[in-house]
């Protein structure tokens, strides 16, 4: 069984609920197992996404054990939320052994407006990535709804805009989400293959 992290930050429920999305997509790659983790909220103040969190927090061996992994934060000012961050910052073992060395990667996030910095947050969380070694996926223009959404979705990664109004993902969205998450999978087949 090949076992993809799907590792995510997620405050109000809508970067999970593209967690999930990607998840099955990834299982729908034959003998392929989506693992979903979260990462500890570092905010004294925000603490309620550890009493909501439905998936467990990730681990070091979740990292070593993976043969890929989907990250995913909602925006926070351009760029990724902070306890991502913080979790990434504490990977300089698995940097220094090489870990996640040629195993593929995609990035996903959720924001609350179509311009508000979707793009530059799923780079954001690239870069890491690449230190890491590992090799990015993302979403080809061979994917029809790319051409077409009016929604989330972009060539850099699946996301989700939230104007207040579309709390739940839009079709166009999920399609994205599941199509990333069958990219990754594949992937991840043809390296271990």
Not at 65 to 84: D, E, K
Not at 90 to 111: H, M, N, R
Not at 136 to 157: A, F, K, M, N, Q
Request: hydrophobic share 40%; net charge neutral; charged share 15%.
């Amino acid at each position: 069984m090949t076992k993809i992290l799907v590792l995510y930050y997620s405050l109000h429920g809508n970067t999970r609920q593209l967690a999930r999305h990607i998840g099955r997509g990834i299982e729908q790659i034959t003998d392929c197992e989506a693992v979903l983790r979260t990462v500890a909220d570092i905010s004294t103040v925000a603490t309620s996404q550890l009493a909501t969190a439905s998936d467990p927090i990730v681990s070091h061996d979740d990292l070593k054990q993976c043969a890929a992994m989907a990250m995913g934060s909602p925006v926070r000012f351009g760029n990724m939320a902070a306890p991502l961050k913080h979790f990434l910052d504490s990977t300089s073992a698995e940097w220094l052994s090489g870990t996640l060395i040629d195993k593929p990667a995609c990035v996903f996030t959720s924001s609350s407006s179509l311009h508000g910095g979707q793009e530059t947050t799923l780079q954001s969380m690239m870069l890491p990535l690449l230190h890491h070694g590992m090799l990015i996926v993302g979403i080809p223009y061979s994917e029809p709804l790319l051409h077409t959404t009016h929604h989330g979705g972009t060539p850099y990664g699946a996301s989700h805009v939230n104007n207040g109004t579309n709390k739940q993902l839009h079709p166009d969205e999920i399609a994205l989400a599941q199509a990333i998450g069958r990219r990754l999978a594949t992937t991840a087949c043809k390296l271990n293959g």
